[in-house]
C-alpha cells in the first residue's frame, strides 16, 4: 500500500525522533544513555487538574528507579463513583522513553479523561541495560504492589477492574504481564481486559509486511536492534517474541485469561505479527477483537491530528465499559 502523505507537523516530529534515535544507538548493541535521556523531554507531575486531569507520582522501589504515574480524572460527582484503572506500558522498544515523556504523559491524560478511569503509567527498566526479563518483572511487581497497598490510588479507582494497556512493545508487556496475573493469587487486583496497541512482537522469518519498502518510523534495521538489545541471545521465536509461534505459551487452560482488543495499523511493517496474535489468541479460545485502520502507520495514535487517534480511544472505551458490564452481572 503506498502510504498517504503524512501533515508535516508529524513528518517533522517523526524525522527528529528517527534521526536522534538513530544517533544514540550503537552497532554493538549499546546506546547513548545520556544522550537519549537528553532528547526525552519530560512533563511534570501535576496536582493541579490539567484538561480535567490531575496527575502524581508514586514509588515502588528506588533501587532499581520502579515507579508508575496516576492520572485521576476530576470527577463531578465523586461520592460513591468507581472508575476502572488501566496499568499502562509505554513503548518505544524496550529501549526509550517513559510515563513522564511528554507525549506519554498527554496519551494517558487523554485516556483518563476521555474512557473515563485511572490511569497507572510504568516506569520498567529499559534495554540494553536492563534486558529480559527485567520488563515484565517490572510490570508485574506493579500489580502486586496495587493489591497490597488500598491507599496509593484515589478512593475511586477499582482494582477490580483492572486493564492492562500499551503501544508497540507496551502492548507485548501488557499481554505477558496479564498472562502472568492470571497465574497469580491476587486480593484485589482483577485483570479483566487487554488493550495492545499495534503490540511489538516478532519472529526469525520475515514476514511480509516486514519486508514493505516504504516503512515509516520504525523499520526492520531498527525492530532487529531493539530485539538484540532486549534478548542478545538472539532468540527471535523466544514465546515473549514470537507470541504465536512454534514455542507460545498454551494459554487454552487459563479460564480467566483477560478479553484482548488489537488494533493494526495497514502501513505497520508489525502488522502481521499483530495480527497472527488475534488469530492465535481466538485459536485458543479467548475472547478477542480486532480493529484495523489501514492508512495508519505504527504509533499513529500518539498524534491527535489523525482521526483514528480519536477513533482509537472511543474503541478502548467502548471494550472497557462493555468488560466492566460483562464483570457486573457475574
Not at 528507579?65 to 522498544?93: C, K, M, S, T
Not at 527498566?125 to 497497598?149: I, M, N, T, W
Not at 526492520?220 to 527471535?236: E, V
Request: hydrophobic share 40%; net charge neutral; charged share 25%.
Amino acid at each position: 500500500m503506498t502510504p498517504k502523505p503524512l501533515p508535516y507537523k508529524t513528518r517533522l516530529i517523526i524525522w527528529t525522533i528517527t534521526t536522534l534515535n538513530d544517533a544514540a544507538i550503537r552497532r554493538d548493541g549499546t546506546t547513548n544513555r545520556r544522550f537519549l535521556n537528553f532528547i526525552n523531554i519530560k512533563a511534570p507531575a501535576n496536582p493541579n487538574p490539567v484538561k480535567n486531569v490531575k496527575t502524581y507520582d508514586i514509588t515502588v522501589d528506588p533501587s532499581r528507579n520502579l515507579w508508575f504515574r496516576v492520572f485521576e480524572p476530576v470527577l463531578e460527582d465523586p461520592q460513591d463513583a468507581q472508575l476502572p484503572v488501566i496499568v499502562f506500558f509505554h513503548g518505544g522498544g524496550f529501549t526509550i522513553l517513559s510515563p513522564d515523556s511528554m507525549t506519554y504523559d498527554a496519551v494517558c491524560r487523554r485516556f483518563a479523561r476521555k474512557v473515563g478511569a485511572v490511569v497507572v503509567s510504568v516506569n520498567y527498566r529499559l534495554s540494553p541495560e536492563h534486558r529480559y526479563p527485567a520488563q515484565y518483572e517490572d510490570g508485574f511487581d506493579v500489580l502486586e504492589f496495587l493489591d497490597g497497598d488500598r491507599k496509593v490510588l484515589p478512593e475511586c479507582a477499582n482494582v477490580s477492574w483492572c486493564f492492562l494497556a500499551g503501544d508497540s512493545a507496551g502492548g507485548n508487556l501488557a499481554h505477558h504481564v496479564g498472562k502472568k496475573a492470571c497465574e497469580a493469587n491476587f486480593s484485589r487486583v482483577k485483570v479483566v481486559g487487554v488493550v495492545a496497541i499495534q503490540p511489538f512482537f516478532g519472529g526469525q522469518e520475515r514476514t511480509e509486511s516486514e519486508k514493505m519498502k516504504n516503512q515509516i518510523f520504525i523499520t526492520t534495521k531498527r525492530t532487529d536492534w531493539a530485539w538484540k538489545a532486549f534478548m542478545p541471545d538472539g532468540d527471535r521465536d523466544h514465546e515473549v517474541i514470537n507470541v504465536s509461534g512454534p514455542n507460545a505459551a498454551d494459554i487454552t487452560k487459563i479460564k480467566d485469561f483477560p478479553a484482548t482488543l488489537v488494533f493494526v495499523g495497514g502501513l505497520d511493517i508489525l502488522q502481521d505479527w499483530q495480527r497472527k496474535y488475534y488469530e492465535w489468541l481466538k485459536k485458543s479460545g479467548k475472547e478477542a477483537y480486532l480493529v484495523e485502520y489501514p492508512n495508519m502507520i505504527h504509533a499513529f495514535y500518539v498524534f491527535p491530528e489523525f482521526p483514528e487517534s480519536t477513533m482509537l480511544i472511543t474503541e478502548v472505551r467502548d471494550f472497557v465499559q462493555k468488560q466492566i458490564q460483562i464483570k457486573s452481572l457475574m
